[in-house]
């Protein structure tokens, strides 16, 4: 016949893992992650002191300018015209048709204008 267990040593597990393994298991782990950022960083710091680059020569010191059309030489400064013409645009008063009485106004201005008289109808228009 089977022996009888003992009960009372069946309901309580025994410990797997000690807890001094536990600690030095994290420690382990830290330690390596903090040397492996090391390595890492002593790395980085030797390849940016050694990055020397050889000298450039004929070919690559001349300035090549591209056939023609050259369709924009400047693009910073066409920015900044494009801008500056939208700005105007907007900020400033022209006449868009002088004989039927169209003219630009700044924007600022018209949204008062439609704020104070509401947004015009097209049976209202004259």
Known sequence: MKA???TASEALPE?????KAVVFGGIGLFVGIALSGAIVAGLLLWLSATDSRPPLNSLEAQRIIPPRPRLEIDPAGDRAAIERDARDKITGYAWVDQSRGRARIPIDEAMTLISARGWPDPEERP
């Open 15 to 19: 410990n797997d893992v000690s807890a």
């Open 4 to 6: 009888e267990r003992d």
